[in-house]
């Protein structure tokens, strides 16, 4: 079994920062993806940023030049989105996305889970 738990929203100003930390644990044999999605209210949820296990990254393009991903070397199954230049349409429950394989029962499988989301809100 796989869980994904994120932390570190919060309230923030405009202008400023916070750095949001998924990590995903459990019966992990690889993770091929890792990535941020979000969703405001009243509308669909929607990529923020993703990474490869490779380590190539796209971002959506109204965080390009703000947001950035960054992951642990050792495991690389911790993923980091430092945000900075905060604005209030940044303001969202942010989840974060992890897929790969699982070692269940005696043989391997594919997992794609998501975790409960942080919260993250700018004010004007």
């Known amino acids: 079994q796989v869980q994904v738990v994120e932390s570190g929203g919060g309230l923030v100003q405009a202008g400023g920062s916070l750095r949001l930390s998924c990590l995903a644990s459990g019966t992990i044999s690889s993770i091929d993806y890792m990535g941020w999605y979000r969703q405001a209210i009243g509308k669909q949820r929607e990529l923020v940023a993703g990474?490869?296990?490779?380590?190539?990254?796209?971002y959506a393009d109204s965080v390009k030049g703000r947001f950035t991903l960054s992951r642990t070397n050792a495991k690389k199954n911790t993923l980091y989105l430092e945000m900075n230049n905060l604005k209030p349409d940044d303001t969202a429950v942010y989840y974060c996305?992890?897929?790969?394989?699982?070692?269940?029962?005696?043989?391997?499988?594919?997992?794609?889970?998501w975790g409960q989301g942080t919260q993250v809100t700018v004010s004007s």
């Open positions: 990474m490869t296990s490779g380590g190539a990254t796209n």
């Open positions: 996305n992890v897929a790969g394989r699982e070692f269940a029962s005696g043989s391997v499988r594919s997992f794609d889970d």
